[in-house]
């Protein structure tokens, strides 16, 4: 069983590594948000497209019942990345990095009430304690002005989409490998941000040399090392553990943001830190304790 652990936990710690460079790509990128979010998708699923192909012949045949499934996923990743990359201009970094990172509320609430997946009194104070410690991490801007504008709820709208993303693609993955799941749901994405810069008359050339490099490395970073290694441990982890443990995402941004943006955390974002980082424990504990009580047949 520990085995078996060690590889998901390995990939989701990558894929944190990854996703935690997504705010910096958005801030370096001169380019509106949901364009930013546009190539991301489009440059990755195109690169992946030789992969994808390779592997239906490899593998058989995804069932026709189960393709709605990343299909669907692709929809909310797209309002996702729509919501949280417009919602930089509209509010702080802290604000959107935080209202963003709420997701594992919705995925809690999420498994709970519809999946019916049991979760323990300390499953709760350890998710209220890493929120805590997030969100001190995230300074003390949005804790003496806690008002909620445009922006502020742009982030909160894309924290309910990106744990409808997690919640549905751990249901997914017990169908489709971690691979052509994302692939499909990176074609999903791309038409519906599509869709959305057409809508919102957004120009998609007349960029800088600087700009088109961020969006490819957003796209392979981001999206092709980070979506990867997180669809692969949501195939063998739990989405209510995995969402927590993703709170690490913003305290890493913060300790990469030192060399990278010249950002220095303060007292309180550090100690924000340490609390996060107990309340992640607590909940990966819990989980353990759970696995232990009701193991699988």
Do not use: C
């Not at 941000?193 to 700009?211: H, K």
């Amino acid at each position: 069983m520990t085995q078996n652990r060690f590889l998901p936990h390995i990939a989701l710690a990558v894929g944190i590594i990854a996703l935690s460079m997504s705010a910096m790509f958005v801030r370096w990128a001169d380019a509106p948000g949901p364009m930013t979010g546009f190539y991301r998708l489009l440059i990755s699923t195109l690169l992946l497209t030789p992969f994808f192909f390779k592997q239906q012949k490899q593998l058989p045949p995804i069932g026709r019942k189960f393709l709605y499934i990343p299909l669907v996923a692709g929809l909310f990743t797209a309002f996702d990345f729509a919501f949280w990359n417009s919602s930089l201009k509209y509010t702080t970094a802290a604000n959107a990095t935080l209202l963003g990172n709420t997701a594992p509320l919705w995925v809690a609430l999420g498994a709970f009430l519809i999946f019916r997946e049991k979760l323990k009194g300390i499953f709760w104070a350890g998710l209220a304690l890493a929120l805590a410690g997030a969100a001190l991490v995230m300074g003390s801007d949005f804790l003496l002005h806690p008002t909620l504008g445009l922006g502020d709820l742009m982030a909160s709208t894309a924290a309910i989409f990106y744990a409808s993303y997690q919640l549905i693609t751990q249901r997914g993955r017990v169908h489709i490998d971690p691979f052509r799941f994302t692939w499909l749901v990176g074609v999903s994405a791309t038409i519906m941000m599509l869709v959305i810069n057409l809508t919102l008359g957004n120009s998609f050339t007349g960029y800088s040399t600087q700009t088109w490099i961020i969006f490819f490395a957003t796209a392979i970073v981001s999206q092709m090392i980070g979506y990867l290694a997180i669809t692969y441990a949501l195939g063998h982890l739990p989405a209510s553990i995995v969402a927590p443990t993703l709170i690490g995402q913003p305290i890493l941004t913060a300790v990469l943001a030192i060399p990278l943006l010249n950002e220095i955390p303060t007292p309180i974002q550090w100690i924000g830190g340490g609390i996060a980082l107990a309340g992640i424990y607590i909940v990966n504990q819990s989980h353990r304790q759970n696995q232990q009580e009701t193991p699988n047949a």
